[in-house]
């Protein structure tokens, strides 16, 4: 099992957001010191809390401070972006990263977000459906351009001076483009079973109790026979909100107490979702009463924290429940306490990961051995 990171982000909002940004580009370097196969960052534009506002300019941050890593949006907002913004930007983030880059996309979550952009009352998945295939077209074209669609169009016809450039998108180092990466938040996600018809991966998100986890991994099996090609656990990535620490008193406290970066990242979560008519997500069983959706039990099904060795035994009895997948990805939270934050990243690489690889590699050999 791989290891990677992924972050919202979510920080206190009267935060100082020169050292918010700060953190979470340590945090990503930190990922890449310690072998990190991956880091996401999200984006939005209406969220004081979650403060990164464009997260392909905070990975261009990233370009000269990392070195094996790779680095997705974890997502761009496609109904917020104009095709040809992302298409030239994120081909230009990936030439600038050496072809380190991964395309994370979705449509968006943030009702505020939608608003400010004028398509709160739109068909959102539509117009996500219409921005990802246009942007494929214009990697997969050549200038002068003539795309239609029902909410862009791109052109470059009538200003097309080929002798000097001019009119021409430019396309990614990797090619066709850049791995994409849709994040899953639906129970039985319809739009896991698209994206893997498509030949892209899948992100489960780190709010999502374990049994609509569970969910995703048949619908990605579903997607990848509807396009005749094997599924892949190791294409399957799965995000979870983790705290290591030796002390497993200071553990819980740093989880669980009035000022935790853990109880506040779920408090806006929880807002978020009740506001938003998402609270399902965060439920036991879809006829659980909403009133009945706490934080605690929120705490108690969603967060792994304590020891190395005890993490390590949550980790594996949560791939027992879910089945199995290629990548863990640690959620990011603000670092509330600087050094429990980088040595909970640092124990969950050096600790607890070999612990978890050293489980399911003899679980492989016992099975092979029958």
């Known amino acids: ?15 100082d957001c020169r050292q918010s940004l700060r953190e979470d580009r340590e945090a990503c370097i930190l990922a890449d010191e310690l072998g990190f196969t991956e880091a996401y960052c999200g984006e939005h534009a209406t969220d004081m809390a979650e403060n990164i506002t464009s997260c392909a300019v905070f990975l261009a941050t990233l370009v000269g401070a990392t070195r094996n890593i790779r680095l997705g949006t974890g997502t761009v907002n496609l109904p917020n972006t104009h095709p040809v913004a992302a298409a030239s930007h994120l081909a230009m983030l990936d030439h600038l990263l050496d072809g380190r880059f991964l395309f994370g996309i ?6 505020s977000d939608a608003e400010a952009y004028g398509n709160l009352g739109k068909d959102r998945a539509e117009m996500f459906l219409e921005a990802i295939d246009t942007v494929l077209a214009i990697w997969a074209g050549e200038a002068p351009y003539n795309i239609r669609g029902k909410h862009w169009s791109v052109t470059t016809e009538r200003t097309f001076v080929p002798e000097i450039g001019q009119g021409i998108i430019p396309k990614p180092l990797q090619r066709p483009h850049p791995p ?8 039985f996600s319809k739009g896991v079973t698209e994206a893997a018809a498509r030949g892209w991966e899948a992100v489960s998100a780190n709010f999502l109790m374990p049994q ?5 991994w048949p619908k990605y099996v579903e997607g990848c026979a509807k396009a005749g090609r094997p599924a892949d656990p190791a294409n399957w990535r799965v995000a979870k909100s983790i705290f290591v620490c030796e002390d497993e008193a200071k553990a819980h406290d740093n989880v669980t107490c009035p000022n935790s970066p853990y109880r506040f990242y779920y408090s806006q979560l929880l807002v ?3 506001k938003g008519g998402r609270l399902a997500l965060l439920k036991t069983h879809m006829e659980q009463p909403d009133d009945e959706v706490t934080l605690e039990q929120i705490f108690d099904r969603l967060v792994f924290w304590g020891s190395p060795e005890r993490v390590a035994d949550q980790i ?20 509330t306490n600087h050094e429990l934050g980088r040595r ?16 399911i590699a003899g679980e492989t050999a016992r099975v092979a051995a029958e």
Do not use: C, Q, Y
Not at 316 to 335: C, I, N, P, Q, S
């Open 316 to 335: 594996l009895a949560f791939r027992e429940e879910v089945g199995d997948f290629g990548t863990l990805l640690h959620a990011g939270k603000d670092w």
């Open 212 to 216: 609509w986890v569970k969910s995703h």
């Open 272 to 274: 978020k979702m009740r």
């Open 180 to 187: 994409i990466v849709v994040t899953a938040v639906a129970p």
């Open 1 to 15: 099992m791989n290891l990677g990171f992924f972050t919202m982000p979510i920080h206190p909002p009267d935060k």
């Open 106 to 111: 979705s449509p968006g979550g943030l009702l």
């Open 344 to 359: 909970s990243m640092t124990l969950l690489a050096e600790k607890t990961m070999p612990l978890v690889n050293a489980a």
